[in-house]
T-cell receptor
Framework: DAKTTQPTSMDCAEGRAANLPCNHS???????VYWYRQIHSQGPQYIIH???NNETNEMASLIITEDRKSSTLILPHATLRDTAVYYC???????????FGTGTRLTVIP | EAGVAQSPRYKIIEKRQSVAFWCNPI?????LYWYQQILGQGPKLLIQ????????DSQLPKDRFSAERLKGVDSTLKIQPAKLEDSAVYLC????????????FGQGTRLTVV
């Protein structure tokens, strides 16, 4: 069963920041928050993951609330190539499976 | 670095026929996954290998699906006989080891059963 809740779809203007929310109110203390994205006709691609501290890499930033019940993935300057389905996943590191829900379909508009 | 290779990219078969998909993971990756992605849904795990052993096949419909990774490198997923509801994209992924933070996915094989 899905442990996360995401909006079905979002739009973002090109060049603006895209903020994708995720609710994971039942997250356990040892579960990480992972984000993957899937561009049309491709396999999913890892973006970022975190436990409780905010994380940043070359692709995105991950902001996790203090109570860890929700998080936001931020694409600082969205481009047309960021149009994809974004999946928020909670997972115990060392666990085997990635459980994908239905994700958020982000459309970046020129 | 070469990614996860899958073939074929597309396959159309009639129901009750058999089909096989092939996957070559990233060199050195011990863990290999097969996922099924039905249109409009997220990928769902079918089976997971660690080297040549099965770690999790609880979601694999074993009456018609089978998979092997005999030498612990490449893998084959077979469906026999296919049903209409098997129409989906079959994704192969690999990671360095069990529970590794990042899994790398291939482009998938799109299967259409008519």
């Amino acid at each position: 069963d899905a442990k996360t809740t995401q909006p079905t779809s979002m739009d973002c203007a090109e060049g603006r920041a895209a903020n994708l929310p995720c609710n994971h109110s039942t997250i356990s203390g040892n579960e990480y928050v992972y984000w993957y994205r899937q561009i049309h006709s491709q396999g999913p691609q890892y973006i970022i993951h975190g436990l409780k501290n905010n994380e940043t890499n070359e692709m995105a930033s991950l902001i996790i609330t203090e109570d860890r019940k929700s998080s936001t993935l931020i694409l600082p300057h969205a481009t047309l190539r960021d149009t994809a389905v974004y999946y928020c996943i909670v997972r115990v590191t060392g666990a085997n499976n990635l459980f994908f829900g239905t994700g958020t379909r982000l459309t970046v508009i020129p | 670095e070469a990614g996860v290779a899958q073939s074929p990219r597309y396959k159309i078969i009639e129901k009750r026929q058999s089909v096989a998909f092939w996957c070559n993971p990233i060199s050195g990756h011990a863990t290999l996954y097969w996922y099924q992605q039905i249109l409009g849904q997220g990928p769902k795990l079918l089976i997971q290998f660690q080297n040549n052993g099965v770690v999790d096949d609880s979601q694999l419909p074993k009456d018609r699906f089978s998979a092997e990774r005999l030498k612990g490198v490449d893998s084959t997923l077979k469906i026999q006989p296919a049903k209409l509801e098997d129409s989906a994209v079959y994704l192969c992924a690999s990671s360095l080891d069990l529970g590794d933070t990042e899994a790398f996915f291939g482009q998938g094989t799109r299967l259409t059963v008519v």
